[in-house]
T-cell receptor
Framework: GNSVTQMEGPVTLSEEAFLTINCTYTATGYPSLFWYVQYPGEGLQLLLKATKADDKGSNKGFEATYRKETTSFHLEKGSVQVSDSAVYFCALSIQGAQKLVFGQGTRLTINP | EAGVVQSPRYKIIEKKQPVAFWCNPISGHNTLYWYRQNLGQGPELLIRYENEEAVDDSQLPKDRFSAERLKGVDSTLKIQPAELGDSAVYLC??????????FGPGTRLTVL
């Protein structure tokens, strides 16, 4: 079946630190991969996506590269800010974006 | 452009009571999704509509859950009767032609 495994949280970093949140997947076929972010009290927002192997998605200083050989889509940011504190979800979909399968989420807290 | 609207934002009920959630998708989006997000987990799809047709309801517990999307716009998700295990956040999302999904803020249900 299709599944996503994320790095266990919570993750706590200081401002300006380097961030990596690991995400690996299992899928039948060729999935599209997504990172969603959920800020406190808000709905999930699409952060970035990649639709094929070796694609790099990027947004707001965050990046993730679709690695087919390692079935991974790790999220990175070079210098985090307090405002990046949120829960981050890795997800995949088969057949476009019709059905998303999410990881369990990783709570990130950035201290000033 | 207005995002996905959900109401109520919070609902507290006693077990065995009925409850209903309402969703208004982004204007023009033909695909509507209902997800359930348990505490500390990623969202899981309950049902997906293409216009007014439910095309994927395999994860909807049909003994107590029902949903409708009249005229292919607004949607209502109902639980009757509610059980303690139904406590969760219920998320609605919409997309245009099965592209990126946009999520509402969710309804947090607490069953006592």
């Amino acid at each position: 079946g299709n599944s996503v495994t994320q790095m266990e949280g919570p993750v706590t970093l200081s401002e300006e630190a380097f961030l990596t949140i690991n995400c690996t997947y299992t899928a039948t076929g060729y999935p599209s991969l997504f990172w969603y972010v959920q800020y406190p009290g808000e709905g999930l927002q699409l952060l970035l996506k990649a639709t094929k192997a070796d694609d790099k998605g990027s947004n707001k200083g965050f990046e993730a590269t679709y690695r087919k050989e390692t079935t991974s889509f790790h999220l990175e940011k070079g210098s985090v800010q307090v405002s990046d504190s949120a829960v981050y979800f890795c997800a995949l979909s088969i057949q476009g974006a019709q059905k998303l399968v999410f990881g369990q989420g990783t709570r990130l807290t950035i201290n000033p | 452009e207005a995002g996905v609207v959900q109401s109520p934002r919070y609902k507290i009920i006693e077990k065995k009571q009925p409850v209903a959630f309402w969703c208004n998708p982004i204007s023009g989006h033909n695909t509507l999704y209902w997800y359930r997000q348990n505490l500390g987990q990623g969202p899981e799809l309950l049902i997906r509509y293409e216009n007014e047709e439910a095309v994927d309801d395999s994860q909807l517990p049909k003994d107590r859950f029902s949903a409708e999307r009249l005229k292919g716009v607004d949607s209502t998700l109902k639980i009757q009767p509610a059980e303690l295990g139904d406590s969760a956040v219920y998320l609605c999302a919409s997309s245009l032609e099965a592209r990126v999904q946009y999520f509402g803020p969710g309804t947090r249900l607490t069953v006592l």
